[in-house]
Nanobody, 128 residues
Framework: QVQLVESGGGLVQAGGSLRLSCAAS????????MGWFRQAPGKERDLVAV???????YHVDSVKGRFTISRDNAKNTVYLQMNSLKPEDTSVYYC??????????????????????WGQGTQVTVSS
């Protein structure tokens, strides 16, 4: 059974930084494409960044140059380094996984429904 556990969220002032971690178990981690999504109250869950099983990455425009997704296959962990945080980044951040052959499209086209496994989320709050 795939289990994803996020950590690293918290309260930070605008302009600050946080690093989210997602520890995965119950899967052959190196064979999975991993994604970070976020969901604010009353809004849909939106893609933030995704990293393929091969290490290719995609970041949505609103976080390009500020956030960086990375993975450590030896530690079965995916990270989201978030710099220059803004109040509009306030959301619950979720980690997600999909087996490499279950999604073969472009990273920039991946959607919520393409991912099979989800973590419980971690709250990020950015104060102005």
């Amino acid at each position: 059974q795939v289990q994803l556990v996020e950590s690293g969220g918290g309260l930070v002032q605008a302009g600050g930084s946080l690093r989210l971690s997602c520890a995965a178990s119950g899967l052959t981690f190196r064979m999975y494409t991993m994604g970070w999504f976020r969901q604010a109250p009353g809004k849909e869950r939106d893609l933030v960044a995704v990293i393929s099983w091969g290490g290719s990455t995609y970041h949505v425009d609103s976080v390009k140059g500020r956030f960086t997704i990375s993975r450590d296959n030896a530690k079965n962990t995916v990270y989201l380094q978030m710099n220059s945080l803004k109040p509009e980044d306030t959301s619950v951040y979720y980690c997600a996984a999909v087996y490499y052959s279950d999604y073969a499209g472009a990273l920039g086209s991946v959607k919520y429904e393409d991912f099979r496994s989800w973590g419980q989320g971690t709250q990020v709050t950015v104060s102005s």
